[in-house]
């Protein structure tokens, strides 16, 4: 607490005076909360004076998990390694434009002027105005030569002499890194000079993602929430509190199959927990989608389930299962309407590109369905679209402008079908391997040079372990 309110003073954040005519102070609170390393360790304790009033729009602008992936992607690709920084206090750094007087903290009231309210200079945490911080980091940024993403808007980036610096930002926390060390340090030091920042070093943990950056590409699994970490699966972490899939729609009234579903869930986690993404730095960044449904799976309401994935060449970079909001009257309706999400998804990927500028052409989206494919290139089938709403033919649109082009996958190879689809080992395997999800373990054997029959021998051992789990 001593530590927030030294903040306070340092950063001129209120004035002790007296309380003008029908002042009307508002309230404050401490909030305290232990701040967590990697490894599941407390490595910070935590005090927020907070104004004591909750409003609903009180926001500040936060990059997209996809966006962030996106970025690990990129930088594998181009051989270069990311940073973090922390900005200490980051709503003291908004300016405010409103009056307002707060009461004095609780337990800290002048013992002088004990009727004194102060008058805030600067935005305090739950108020409406603290994501102002983010309008004066922006701002900063724009005048010392970065330009912001044209669709992300927590994306900055400047190029310098053939070299270039990208700058992601989630509230206030910060990612950074370019292909000039000489302009990555000159970055830290001038966002040092400015803010009030804690360098962090290289990026290793971030929003529950632990990144592990090496010379051949990045790691990217969340071995503590699977388990994984010393104190494994407790009563608070992210996933027994929201389980994954179609159990979290049960949770209100949640029967013996329910329940029997998240324990296989819970046991597959915990045996994977080493499970990644990878990104290689010899991907070419080459950007396509996959696309798939199953018709009617849902055996209470006949919804089916759209699933769609977005690689960078192999990588897994985005993905999406979830429910159609309504019931399709065929099986070419219900493919068709997945790949118009998947098609939004890929309009959005490659905007976002252009920033990093890297232009795509005909994006290819693979669908496993010809009839998919034949409604969204011929307008004239009528008969079978014209109870199909009119917001999923903008599928055809976008093809006829030629950013898509519907390419026929073979079932076999259609990746989507790993989100939508019981399979057996092999198609598992070989479906998990196609979109670079790999186990740490598994991969070190293969750099050290490991035999390949050795190698299929541990992940068989692997897979037979998990059965008689889950059996």
């Not at 051949?216 to 104190?231: D, I, M, S, Y």
């Not at 990746?415 to 391997?433: Q, V, Y």
Request: with cysteine; proline share 4%.
């Amino acid at each position: 607490m001593h530590e927030e309110l030294e903040n306070f003073e340092r950063n001129h954040v209120w004035d002790l005076v007296e309380p003008p005519p029908n002042c009307r102070p508002i309230g404050t609170k401490w909030v305290f909360k232990n701040k967590q390393g990697e490894n599941g360790m407390v490595v910070r304790n935590k005090a927020r004076l907070k104004e004591g009033i909750d409003y609903e729009q009180t926001f500040a602008p936060v990059a997209r998990l996809e966006a962030i992936r996106i970025l690990l992607a990129f930088a594998a690709s181009k051989g270069f390694k990311l940073q973090q920084m922390d900005v200490k206090s980051d709503f003291l750094n908004g300016f405010r434009e409103e009056e307002v007087y707060m009461r004095q903290p609780p337990g800290f009231e002048s013992a002088r002027f004990p009727d004194r309210v102060y008058k805030l200079r600067k935005a305090l945490h739950g108020l409406k105005q603290a994501p102002r911080w983010y309008a004066r980091l922006k701002n900063f940024l724009l005048k010392s030569g970065f330009v912001m993403g044209s669709v992300d808007r927590t994306l900055f980036l400047l190029s310098c002499g053939g070299d270039t610096l990208i700058v992601q930002i989630y509230v206030d926390d910060i990612i950074f890194g370019g292909s000039s060390q000489a302009l990555v340090s000159s970055f830290a030091e001038q966002m040092s000079r400015e803010f009030e920042m804690s360098l962090m070093g290289e990026l290793q943990f971030f929003l529950g993602l632990h990144i592990k950056q090496g010379l051949e590409g990045t790691f990217v699994h969340q071995a503590k929430w699977g388990g994984g970490g010393p104190e494994g699966i407790s009563r608070d972490d992210w996933l027994t509190s929201v389980p994954d899939g179609d159990q979290a729609g049960h949770l209100a009234s949640p029967r013996t199959s329910h329940r029997q579903a998240v324990k296989r869930i819970f046991r597959y986690l915990k045996f994977t927990p080493e499970l990644s993404l990878w990104y290689s730095s010899g991907s070419s960044l080459s950007l396509r989608g996959f696309s798939d449904a199953d018709h009617a799976g849902c055996r209470i309401d006949c919804k089916s389930t759209s699933s769609t994935c977005q690689l960078l060449e192999t990588p897994l970079v985005s993905w999406s299962s979830r429910n159609q909001a309504s019931v399709a009257l065929s099986t070419t309706e219900t493919e068709y309407v997945a790949a118009a999400s998947c098609c939004s998804h890929l309009l959005w990927m490659k905007a976002t590109f252009s920033d990093f500028g890297l232009r795509f052409g005909r994006i290819p989206l693979l669908v496993d369905s010809t009839s998919t494919i034949s409604v969204a290139k011929n307008p004239i089938l009528h008969s079978r679209t014209k109870h199909v709403d009119v917001r999923f033919h903008f599928l055809r649109d976008h093809y006829g402008k030629g950013d898509i082009d519907l390419v026929h996958a073979v079932s076999a190879n259609q990746l989507a079908d790993i989100f939508t689809k019981p399979l057996d080992f092999d198609a598992f395997m070989r479906l998990r391997g196609g979109v670079e999800l790999l186990s740490c373990s598994l991969h070190r054997l293969q750099v050290e040079g490991v035999d390949n029959t050795l190698i299929k021998g541990e992940i068989e051992s692997q897979w037979t372990g998990l059965i008689a789990l889950l059996v």
